[in-house]
């Protein structure tokens, strides 16, 4: 079965620095592969997702994603921080239908000012 | 608004009684799916229904849950004979087929077993 393994459970960063959130994942299949982001008492929201076309995926809000088979890695990054991007995310991987996707444990993004 | 809703927002109940879940995906979405979150953790998947049938349920989902979407609109998820370990958030979602992978998540119900 696929999973995902988020490498850091918190990541604290200066506004205006760079962000890079880590996210490994297994699959026996070619795998689809999502980031989430879910604000304080908001629901999940899709930042992003590969679904084997590009492997620099580029999201909402400036984040952009690199698939990289031969590391199986899928890490979120962001040029320059803002207050607004203090969250948990969420790294998801799923089957070749979509209907099984699994999450990470999740990264909580701490921006100080 | 046009989102997914989740009713109750938050619920409290004793242990052995049993509670009941509402979730009302978007309107054109055909896709429904449950999750459970708990603290410090990711959501699991639980159950996912295309139109009116669950096609998949997670081996979390024991005897003593049930999910129902009938006629395909609204869904339900009831626990039955609930345990301090049903403590969780859960969570709906709904999703247009055409759109691989792509999750429009309610705001969860809080469920306190005491």
């Known amino acids: 079965a696929q999973s995902v393994t988020q490498l850091d459970s918190h990541v604290s960063v200066s506004e205006g620095t760079p962000v890079l959130l880590r996210c490994n994942y297994s699959?026996?299949?070619?795998?689809?592969l999502f980031w989430y982001v879910q604000h304080p008492n908001k629901g999940l929201q899709l930042l992003l997702k590969y679904t084997s076309a590009a492997t620099l995926v580029k999201g909402i809000n400036g984040f952009e994603a690199e698939f990289k088979k031969s590391e199986t890695s899928f890490h979120l990054t962001k040029p320059s921080a803002h207050m607004s991007d203090a969250a948990e995310y969420f790294c998801v991987v799923s089957d070749y239908n979509n209907n099984d996707m699994r999450f990470g444990a999740g990264t909580r993004l701490t921006v100080k000012p | 608004d046009t989102g997914v809703s989740q009713n109750p927002r938050h619920k409290i109940t004793k242990r052995g009684q049993n509670v009941t879940f509402r979730c009302d995906p978007i309107s054109e979405h055909n896709r429904l799916y449950w999750y459970r979150q708990t603290l410090g953790q990711g959501p699991e998947f639980l159950t996912y229904f295309q139109n009116e049938a669950q096609l998949e349920k997670s081996r979390l989902l024991s005897d003593r849950f049930s999910a129902e979407r009938p006629k395909g609109s609204f869904s339900t998820l009831e626990i039955q004979r609930t345990e301090q370990g049903d403590s969780a958030m859960y969570l709906c979602?709904?999703?247009?087929?055409?759109?691989?992978?792509?999750?429009?998540f309610g705001e969860g119900s809080r469920l306190t077993v005491l």
């Open positions: 699959s026996s299949y070619s795998p689809s």
């Open positions: 979602a709904s999703s247009p087929s055409r759109v691989a992978g792509e999750l429009f």
